[in-house]
């Protein structure tokens, strides 16, 4: 009997060694802009393990980008997904990096009134962006611009907020037109809604969706950083390769009943994620002199003061070291 008690609890114990447990895994925070497609490879990754494949326990956290950057700069999280806002404070001089891009191009298009057909007829009217300084308030303007509007002077622009409530103020009238990204725009689209622009016609070279991370974390703890890119990224291999799948999931994780739809969705958002494109040097002068023009920035910025893709050639086997 004490024979095959001891045995009981040898066999026990090889159990729990042999089990991860989750005091193994490293807490993460994460801050994302909002429940949106440029999204969705992270979601798909925490799904399918990726994360937690590589040691990470994952939260993630809806944070408007404005306040994620500031979240990010301050510790309360340890990275964020706002592209445009980390590309803006690494071209002011703050102390971040964006590490993974998820598209290559804009994702948005300008929707407006049913009654507004073109970009010139914004003339006087209020349209709506996310936030100050960041993707949606910079591509704003540049559209405006191309078609002869000086932003906040012949077209106001007020802050709404997140993708869920500029479609709401779009459709109460609050303002005429806003940015939007699938499958928002698709939807209003059905609903009469027009399509002013399409944001990469007029800027090739700018993300939708990313990772940004401290100076200090890059510095400091490389690896969680490796492994966070990593898991990243095959969640992007995972999304681009299992159409059905990521439609199922499009249909769930951003409340597309409609199949038919979130097909739609998701055949958009994949002939706009541009690939491998980003990590020329050409495509990060361009969105570095793009945010500069924005900002009224005029001195010389290196692109490694903004942008760090080692991890993402890491993680692709392209770098050894």
Known sequence: ????????????????????????????????????????????????????????????????GSVGMQALIGGSVDYASAAGSI??????????????????KPQFDLVGQRDIKSVEQLKGKVVGISSRGGAVDLLT??????HGLTPNKDVTSIVIGTPEELATALRAGV????????????????????????????????????VGATDEKIRTNPAEVL?????????????????????????????????SLAGEVYDLHLSRLGGLSYLDDAWMRGAIDFTKKSLAVTKEIPPSQVFDFSFVEKALGRRKN
């Open 1 to 64: 009997m004490q024979k095959i008690s001891t045995v009981i609890f040898t066999l026990f114990i090889f159990l729990i060694a042999g089990r991860p447990a989750s005091a193994q895994l490293k807490k993460i925070h994460f801050s994302t802009t909002s429940i949106a497609v440029t999204e969705l490879q992270f979601r798909i990754a925490q799904m399918k393990g990726f994360y937690r494949e590589e040691g990470l326990d994952l939260e993630t956290i809806l944070i408007r």
């Open 87 to 104: 590309i803006a404070a690494g071209v002011r001089g703050a102390p971040v990096k964006l590490v993974l891009i998820v598209n290559s």
């Open 141 to 146: 303007q540049l559209i405006l611009t191309k």
């Open 175 to 210: 303002i005429a037109a806003c940015l939007l990204s699938p499958p928002r725009q698709l939807i209003l689209y059905r609903e009469g809604f027009s399509k002013l622009a399409y944001s990469g016609d007029y800027l090739t070279s700018y993300p939708s969706g990313g």
């Open 227 to 259: 492994a966070f890119v990593r898991a990243s990224v095959k969640g992007l291999q995972y999304y681009s390769q299992h159409r059905t799948e990521a439609i199922d999931i499009i249909s769930k994780y951003l409340g597309v009943k409609d199949l």
